[in-house]
Antibody, heavy 115, light 110 residues
């Protein structure tokens, strides 16, 4: 079945870096664009970034532009989110989601930015 | 990239209908027919209930329907059931491969 599994979350100090991964299975990963969406504790969903199916074009929310980089390895069926210059307000559960309609979501991975 | 506006909470009794609104601008909701709605139960990942304004994925009950008028989209849930109690988020395409979510609405089934 179609499945997305996020990993790589953890506790990091302000200013630090982290790389999240999203392993895809059950569908032709290389044919679909992919999103990262986050949710701060007790808050709503926030769109973070989108990458087109071939990885050539990437798009970001203003809140993360210049600090986060979305990428993908279609040979490994894996989506990434490289996060630099992390701030306390980046503390969230990070979800990956499939295609423009976000029709499939992973269970999320938790990132905590704290000293 | 301002968040879409949703009511913080709505409620209804079993069997009744409720409608959740989602107001944006001509740059997002009003400009494209790409509005989706997601249901999220506590501690769980979101699940798509409606996409492209009014399309329902397979497996989603036909009690869930979506519509749009101008800059406002709506999700209507008819024949409310206890399991419908959850948070609901709208999301709209906002151009140039960017998206924006609403702030979320907590649905309580009385």
């Amino acid at each position: 079945q179609v499945q997305l599994v996020e990993s790589g979350g953890g506790v990091v100090q302000p200013g630090g870096s982290l790389r999240l991964s999203c392993a895809a299975s059950g569908f032709t990963f290389s044919s679909y664009g992919m999103h990262w969406v986050r949710q701060a504790p007790g808050k709503g969903l926030e769109w973070v970034a989108f990458i087109r199916y071939d990885g050539r074009n990437k798009y970001y929310a203003d809140s993360v532009k210049g600090r986060f980089t979305i990428s993908r390895d279609n040979s490994k069926n894996t989506l990434y989110l490289h996060m630099n210059s992390l701030r306390a307000e980046d503390t969230s559960v990070y979800y990956c989601a499939k295609t423009t309609d976000m029709d499939v979501w992973g269970k999320g991975t938790t990132v905590t930015v704290s000293s | 990239q301002s968040a879409l506006t949703q009511p913080r909470s709505v409620s209804g009794s079993p069997g009744q209908s409720v409608t959740i609104s989602c107001t944006g601008t001509s740059s997002d909701v009003g400009g494209y027919n790409y509005v989706s709605w997601y249901q999220q139960h506590p501690g769980k990942a979101p699940k798509v209930m409606i996409y492209d304004v009014s399309k329902r994925p397979s497996g989603v009950p036909d009690r869930f329907s979506g519509s749009k008028s101008g800059n406002t989209a709506s999700l209507t849930i008819s024949g409310l059931q206890a399991e419908d109690e959850a948070d609901y988020y709208c999301c709209s395409y906002a151009g140039t491969y960017t998206w924006v979510f609403g702030g979320g609405t907590k649905l309580t089934v009385l």
